[in-house]
Every structure is written in C-alpha cells, then in structure tokens.
C-alpha cells in the first residue's frame, strides 16, 4: 500500500487536479492507495482572511466567501457528471460557514476554536470533491480525517493521540475495500468531536500519519517542484534536486527552511522507517528525491537552507561566569511565552549566551527576560537584554559531513570573501548541521556563495559591474561576448555582467546583462550617478562581485575605496587612484588587503602587458629593484615613430586619437603627466614613497600649448607650433637618433622627458605604439629584464583588464 499526499498547488484549480486523479489512478493500478489532499490552492488563506474581514465588515467577508464558492463550483462543473448529490452536500458545507462569518459578525469574537472550524472548510471541501470526481473514474471513496485523526483540545496545533488515532485509522481501512480512499489533510478533532487542526502546513504531518499507522510501503509528498534541493531554487538558480537523503538531513532541511516539507513529518514515517519520496505532480516521471534510513551516499553536504526574520538574543555579563541555573531562567520564561527558540550557542566562559527567535516573538522575549533577570541588571552583575533584529540563519546540513576534514572552514572562509559578516555559529556533536546568523540582505549572496562552495566547485561565478563604456569598455565587453563559452568550458568560469553605465544611463540584470544588445538597453536605461551606481551595486549584493573602471575620470577613482570597504573587488585601468597622494594608494592597498577584495590595475602601465605582474612577483620572491628605464607611452612612441620632415605634428597627433593610442584629452599623454604616474606606479610598486611631484617631468611642449583647456584649443596650438615641433625632430635626425619619451627610476628618483635615443639602444628600433620596460634589480644587475609589446589601444587595453578579471577568478 502506498500514501500519496498532495499539496494546494497540486490541486489549484480544475487542470493541475485532473493530473492528480492520472497519477492516482497509475499507481492504484498496482497498489492499494490512500490520497492525502490538501485545501484548493491559497483557500485557507482565504478562508482566514474572511474570519478576519467578519469582524470588521461582513459585506467584505462576503466577497470573499463568493470567491471561494466560485472556485469549488467550477471544479465541480469541470470534472464531475452526476453532481445533484454533490452540490447537495457542499452547499450545506457553504452554509455552514457563511453561519459561523456571520456568527463573528455579530459576536465580535473570533476564539481558535472557530478560526480552526473555518480553516477546516478547505479539506473537508477538496477531499469530498476529488472523492466524487475519482469515483467516476476508478474505485474510490472519501474519507472523514476528523472522525480518524484524534487530538488534545490546542485547536490551532493539535497533538495527536496515536493511540487512538492509529486505532481508528487501522480500524477504518480494515473495514473500507476501496482500492483507493481520499481524505483531507491538515484537519482532527478532539475526544469531544470539535474540529482541530494539525498547524499550518499540518497536510503532510496528516499523510505521515496514515503512512506510519498503515505501514505502508511509501509516503509519497506530490508537490511543484521535483523532490528537495540543494538550496532553495527560487534563491539560487544553479539548485538542483537531491536522489536521496536520510530522515535526519531532511529533518534539519526543513527545519531550516526547507518549504517541500512540514518539519513534523517525517516523525512518524522515521519511527516506521517508510520511505518518503518527493515528487512533481506536473513532472510525474522524474524520480524526485528519496528519504530514507540508508540513502546511498552522494555529497558530503547534501543542501544548504536559511529561514529569515530571525532575531538574536543575547544575555551577557560576568555574573554569569560560575553560577548555575541562568540557562534554565532563560529557557522557562521563554517557553512559558510560547516562544519557539530556532538556535542556540553558549560562550565556553559562561559570559554569554545566545538565543535565536522569531522576529515576530523577539520584543515580548526582550522585555519577559529584563524582567526575569531584572535583580541581575539592576546589581550590574550582567547587562540589559541585547536584541539584535534583521537577521536569518542559514545552515548546511549533511550526515557525511563529520567524516570530512575543513568543512567548516570552507564554509567560514568562502562567506568571509564575500564579506558576510556571521553573527553567531552553532554546530552539534553530531555534526550534521553548521548553522551561522548573518544579516537578512546577506541570505541570498551567502546561499549561492555556500551552494558554489559545496555543489559547483567545477564552475566559478563572477559578477562584474562595468563603468565606462567607450572605446576600452566596448571592446571589453565584446571579448567577455566572444569567450563566454571558453570560459565556461575550459575555465569553468561563468563571468556574468549585472550593471553596466556611462556618464549618463545605468542598466542592470541581475540574471546578467545580454552582451548583445547591451547597447540598447543602456539607452533605454535610468539615470545614473557615482553614488547612485554604487547604491544599486550594494543592493544587488551578489558573491564574488567586481567594479571595472574603464575611465579616465578622477571621480570614479574616487570611490574604489567604497566597493573594497564593502569586498567588491576593483579593476582599473584609471591611473589616477595609484598615482594620487601616496596616504591614498597605501589605504586602497590596505583596505583590499583587510577585506579580501582585489584591488588589480594591471593596465595603469603597459596596457595588456604584464608589467605590474612582473614586477610583483619579483618583490614578493624577495627581488629587490634599483632601477627602471622605460617607454611607457604607447601613444608618445605612435607620435614619434610616425612623426618627420613629411608630416605634421598636428595630423599625427590627431592620427593617434583617432586610432584609440591616447586618453581622451590628448595632452595629458603629450604634456608627460601620464608617463610620470606609470613611472610612479612602477616604484610604488617597487617599495619606495614618492609622490608625482617628487617626478621630474621635462616637458617638450610649448607653454601655450600645457596651458590650454580644450582639445580644440590645444589642436590649434600644435599647429601654431609646428616649427617648435619640425625642431625638435630635426635635432634628433641629425645625430642619427630616434626620438623616444623615456621614464626612469634610479635608486629613489625618478624623471620623464623626451630623449634623443642611438642605433645601439634597446628602445631605438621599438616600433608603432609599443612599450618596453627595463626592470635592473639584484638578480639582473647587468642584463635587464626586459618586456616589451603592444602597450596602447583599447584592444590591448581591454584584454588587460579581461586578464585582471581572471586573476581575480583564479584567486
């Protein structure tokens, strides 16, 4: 014999219960079954909801009693024939609580005795209805779960008596021949025959019950998902259903909840050792999960679970330390408010001890116990009750894990990189559970930061928000475009963008942005500010997130520290952050470092090259560097590679704007500033304190030409200048030289000027817009290392902040 159990959304409306009756009719063909329903979906609320309206306004109640009528008419019309007798019986059933509305209407009273009669319509209408609609199909018959399932006199929770409960229920079965019997869920009465109910979600706590007194073969729970999960899968996408789990893990799951099961029900079923299998009424071949003793083992965590609008008690003080019976005062008073304690943990000094409650529960609890320890506090033997509100727990759960060295540790490590911030910790001996107190807006990150950890250790998500969308953040986005499958197939990265602005519009996704019309939805997007952009990225909230700034903006550089403080990682190619005052680069340095959040700038020097990286891994494998001769300029060398006697300074200038080798203001590449913040950044980098004043910077433009303010004013000058310019070439050309802007760092100092460069030089034959970096230290003190290459263009630059990323990934 089988149970088979299912919920409202199962049998919500005619279609969903036509599904049902196909399911039930399959499995009686080879078992005896007995069906568990539970009220048409959302009905209970509404019958709730119209007790409630009924003290208040009974023409309100009535609407709602319409509504639900209207609903059990149609399913009636739809799925039965010979319906004179029924609509007979479930009219008088509407009678009857149309009765008890008006009742409390005219009362001005709503005790739990009535709200549990009204609540009980729902079961005792759906069971009779589907009875009479099996009945036409197959041998069926309805059963009266209030004359078999017999408790105490708590109308709302009913306890049950299984003795007699049991005794009914064998008694009813031995006597009914039917090949299947459906009765409702949820509903009971007491020993004096008034309506009980087994508490909200009491359906299948009722279907375990006949499974436990039947002994059935199989409990099975049909609901609209395929069996439990990992993690909730409205939470967290990547979810997947678990084959098989013990009745202890699926008790700590859905304690912590877990909403495809009723936390009591799997009680009677364990002590019976019946199987329980959750199924998908609108999946029915899936295979869902298995509960049982002995599930074959899989993960060593089987799901990860959170229950939310929780609140943290905390009692403290030195009296505590040493005297006995603070823990039971605690515990009494709570329990005699009826306040359910969800978590516990106690300091192993006794200053401290720490409760978990109901946010709904926590001010009656606060103010119980600063009465209860009142004489305490007022001695100053221990402090006022602390409340902490705006809180979940979340818990990973799985029997294996006391077999597995650092789990715990993994969990801890994987939430403090993603800046989850626990508020208490509690593990029992039988390490089955490790259950954590976070902050509310941290639930969510924290679930699929745990569930990548623990579930999809073969695919690591990054989540990026891009500021800057012009020629490098065009181009970085389009690579992210074209090696998404690589990533994910070689990599195992799954890099999605949720937010993206310029200086104008944001959009954001938080399922990621399509790379393919990215451009038309920033468009079509709202507003935007520094300190808006920054706002909705703390919102979104997600793990593993990254800001890219593909700017040259001062601003923007200005709020790094921010999204660090917070464990966003930042990527840059901006250099004025590492360039700014020293004071301000050694606390963004140290702020990713206390925070666990990059802080990667690869491109502020070389472009795509890896120079910075170089350079690190020289000092940190104790290289100590004395000087630094470079070419830093990718656009300066463009210039002066392409610049002579045939052309004009003005034209070649322009040329290499246009092709992307300069900032958007060109003369902050032609005045020497930006070769002198590389250069500044490389000795940084290096281990000494300079500031960009402390650079000599011998510029080779005229003074007019440093002094104008716009790009229209400065192309003008260049051409005012031209001579100035043709000069400066000639000399060069003369002695045989090229023209190179070169940056050096010798033991402490640093300049940056243009320099007549010989045939015999590393730099002479360095071509079109490349960089080349001459790095002298203890281990090459003669024959530098040396990298060279492509070190302007957004291209270049692009895939230097695309390679950062991976870094970050790969951390």
Known sequence: MKVLKFGGSSVANSENIKQVLSIVAKTSKENKVAVVVSAFGKTTDKLLLGANEALKDIKKAKEIFNEIQELHYQVINDLIKNKTA??????????????????????????????????????????????????????????????????????????????????????????????????????????????????????????????????VDE?????????????????????????????????????????????????????????????????????????????????????????????????????????????????????????????ITQASSEHSICVGVYENDAKKAQAALDETFSIEIDRKKIKPVILENDLAIIAVVGESMKNYQGLSGQMFSALGRNNVNVRAIAQGSSEKNISAVINKSDAKKALNTLHEQFFEEKTKQLNLFVTGVGNVGERFLAQLHQQKKFLKENLKLNIRVIGISNSKKMFFDNNGINLKNWKENLENGESTSLETFYQKVKKCNHRNSVFIDNTANQTV??????????????????????????????????????????????????????????????????????????????????????????????????????????????????????????????????????????????SFLPEETLKTSNNADFYTSLTTHENHFQKIYKEAADKDCRLKYVAEFNDGKANVGLQHIAANHPFYNLEGSDNIVLFFTDRYPKNPLIIKGAGAGAEVTASGIFADVIRIANK
């Open 86 to 215: 029924v609509l007979q019986e479930v009219e008088q059933l509407f009678k009857r609580l149309i009765s008890i509305y008006e009742g409390v209407f005219l009362l001005q009273e709503l005790s739990d005795k009535t709200l549990a009669k009204v609540s009980s319509f729902g079961e005792r209408l759906s069971s009779y209805i589907i009875a009479n609609a099996a009945k036409e199909l197959f041998d069926a018959k309805h059963g009266e779960s209030r004359n078999l399932i017999i408790t105490n006199t708590n109308y709302l929770n009913g306890q049950v008596n299984f003795k007699i409960t049991n005794e009914n229920i064998t008694s009813f079965f031995d006597k009914n021949k039917a090949q299947v019997t459906i009765l409702g869920g949820f509903i009971s009465s007491d020993l004096d025959n008034e309506t009980t109910t087994l508490g909200r979600g009491g359906s299948d706590f009722s279907a375990a019950i006949y499974a436990a007194a039947l002994n």
């Open 219 to 343: 409990l099975q729970i049909w609901t609209d998902v395929s069996g439990m999960y990992t993690a909730n899968p409205r939470d967290v996408k990547q979810a997947f259903p678990i084959k098989e789990i013990s009745y202890e893990e699926a008790m700590e799951l859905s304690h912590f909840g877990a909403k495809v099961l009723y936390p009591p029900t799997i009680q009677p079923a364990l002590r019976k050792e019946i199987p329980i299998r959750i199924k998908n009424t609108f999946e029915p071949e899936n295979s869902g999960t298995l509960i049982s003793k002995n599930p074959k083992n899989g993960n060593e965590v089987k799901g990860i679970s959170h229950i939310e609008n929780i609140s943290l008690i905390t009692l403290e003080g030195g009296g505590m330390i040493g005297v006995p019976g603070f823990s039971k005062r605690l515990f009494e008073t709570l329990s005699q408010l009826q306040i359910n304690v969800v978590f």
């Open 557 to 698: 550089s200005e709020v790094y520290e921010k999204y660090l403080r917070d464990s966003i990682s930042v990527v840059t190619c901006n250099k004025i952050a590492c360039a700014s005052d020293f004071n301000n680069y050694k606390t963004l340095k140290e702020v990713s470092r206390k925070y666990n959040a990059s802080f990667l700038f690869e491109t502020n020097v070389g472009a795509g090259l890896p120079i910075i990286d170089t350079l690190k891994n020289l000092v940190n494998s104790g290289d100590r560097i004395h000087k630094i001769q470079a070419v830093l300029s990718g656009s300066l060398n463009f210039v002066f590679n392409n610049f002579d006697e045939n052309s004009t300074f003005h034209d070649v200038v322009a040329q290499a704007q246009k092709e992307g080798y300069t900032e958007p203001d060109p003369k902050i590449d032609l005045s020497g500033v930006d070769v002198a913040r590389k250069i500044l950044i490389l000795a940084r980098e290096s281990g000494y304190q300079l500031e960009l004043e402390d650079i000599k910077n011998s």
